[in-house]
């Protein structure tokens, strides 16, 4: 792009750990961002989940930009080997770090980008692309603003677009029309929505962290709850990948998560469905009918509600305009696919990567954090950080530092090579926004090593 927009800011899209993490790096290198969030907060999307505990602990957590800008303060990094909250992550780290003068002058909170574009040059027109600007549109308090830009980085997420439970991902009949007996995917079962699911009967549909925080849940629920009755279903046909590597786990609380949900399962306490095929869904007075097939017979269920965590996928409707490379299976950027496939990856097996694989023929858009990874499941707080800080990196001219990354996940002690001897369909076992660790009388764990993710992602059935 010409020199004449460098005056412009760096639009940064979400206010998550990703985008403050970015936002960080820019200031640090001398870029101006704007952070525009659509929430009334940041951390929005985490404090959705605030009730579940992270399954890899602070010192994967906190962002190093982030930190530099935060030590001067006075603020002390938590105990680096605690596993905090998702409600923790947002008051003790992403709300000290928007506080500061450097971030909160640059913030913009209730704010909702709905289109990205060159300025004056819809998708088809080449001539002079690159040296026009982006122009980014913006809806805040009912007002439509136009807001001209350097660059962008998109780290919106996935949160708000999760994957329908029907069959080949597409909404089951009736999915959308009965949406009130189904939740999402991380509700509070021991805490703001016990009332909902104490003494009643669930169906958890997907085969992610985000299902397996949800069924220790219940169970945990259902030794005070007499007539609380837990059934799971999953595509697959066999669980192995989700109650993965056990004690070989680097982050023993995701695999204490699947040891746990491996004995609920075998004791009897879960009734797990295996190769499940949901078609209709069909409301029932005050109970849902679940019908579909499995391998060898129909399938037919009757429940109080059903909990879809079949996991997310990426909102492209705002980057319509956009030059982009992705994917065609994963709808992440192409030159990333073959390094985050979950049917080889888990996510301590991602090496690490940067500006190089997330940029895209429109120079100056990138897409960071776990909307980088589209429909793959495998995403870790720790890539995101290194990806926008590569993405800094590249944006202030410092070619050397973006193309120098580095990423130090930790094993999940289970791999896809494994999973496949089972003749199971091979899937990443990492999460892309929520990993759980489900202690007696305390909170779930989620995983930032997190794993909310996608079409078939860890948090998919």
Known sequence: MSSTADHLPVVVIGAGPVGLAAAAHLIERGVEPLVVEQGDAVGAAVSSWGHVRLFSPWRYDVDAAALRLLEPTGWRSPDPDTLPTGAELVADYLTPLAALPQITERLRLGSKVTGITRDGADKTRSLG?????YRVRIVAGGQVQDVLARAVIDTSGTWDHTNPIGTG???????????????GPLPDVLGRDRARFAGTHTLVVGMGHSAANTLLALVELAETAPGTTITWAIRGGSARRLFGGGSDDELPARGLLGSRLKEATESGRITLIKRA?????????????????????????????????????????????????????????????????????????????????????????????MKSYGRAPTFLLATGYE???????????????????????????????????????????????????????APATTGFATGLAHGRSADSA
């Open 277 to 369: 095929s949901i078609e209709q869904i069909s409301g029932e007075g005050q109970r849902v009918r679940v019908t579909g097939s499995t391998r060898d017979e129909v399938l037919d269920v009757t429940v109080d509600q059903v909990v879809n965590a079949t996991g997310f996928r990426p909102d492209l409707d705002i980057v319509r305009e956009v030059r982009l490379d992705l994917d065609s299976a994963m709808e992440c950027p192409a030159g990333l696919a073959e390094l985050i496939d979950p049917n080889y990856h888990s996510c301590g097996t991602v090496p690490a990567h940067g500006e190089q694989l997330l940029r895209h023929p429109d120079a100056g858009f990138y897409i960071a954090g």
């Open 387 to 441: 990806q926008v800080r590569s993405i800094a990196a590249a944006l202030a001219g410092d070619t050397a530092a973006a193309m120098a990354v580095e990423l130090n996940l930790p094993a999940t002690g289970v791999c896809s090579t494994d999973v496949a001897a089972d003749g199971e369909e091979t899937s990443c076992c990492g999460t892309n926004e929520t990993p759980q660790l489900l202690t007696i009388g």
């Open 169 to 183: 991902g597409l909404p089951a009949l009736g999915e959308k029309e009965n949406a009130g007996y189904l939740t």
């Open 129 to 133: 692309r690159d040296r026009q600007p």
